[in-house]
């Protein structure tokens, strides 16, 4: 399966954007997805997860709230929206997929990875 990530940007603290991550390859309802990001100089850390049905998610306590993941199996495709931005989600975005069981948040069972986008929120 390839992953390719797209959407960030540079937005000031209160906006709003909307990343996405298209699948290729596989048969994409088959996996739970998740979204990871990385800031410079710290871990990666998981963001959002949903499972391959959609109908499970689980966020992380610093976006819960503000993001919000979806799928559409149809065009392959996952979705994270991003409102009321800070300048603490700057970051590379990356999504991945797994065959693990939903709300797996280490990144080592992800099998496969977007190339990663980046989004900066000036204050």
């Known amino acids: 399966v390839q992953l390719v990530d797209s959407g960030g940007g540079l937005v000031q603290a209160g906006g709003s954007l909307r990343l996405s991550c298209a699948a290729s390859g596989g048969t994409f309802s088959w996996y739970n997805m998740g979204w990871f990001r990385q800031a410079p100089g710290k871990e990666r850390e998981p963001v959002a997860f949903?499972?391959?049905?959609?109908?499970?998610?689980h966020y992380s306590d610093s976006v819960k709230g503000r993001f919000t993941i979806s799928r559409d199996n149809a065009k392959n495709t996952v979705y994270l929206q991003m409102n009321n931005l800070e300048p603490e989600d700057t970051a590379i975005y990356h999504c991945a997929a797994t065959n693990r069981a939903f709300g797996e948040q280490r990144a080592e069972v992800y099998e496969y990875w977007g190339q990663g986008t980046q989004v900066t929120v000036s204050s």
């Open positions: 949903m499972s391959r049905s959609g109908e499970r998610t």
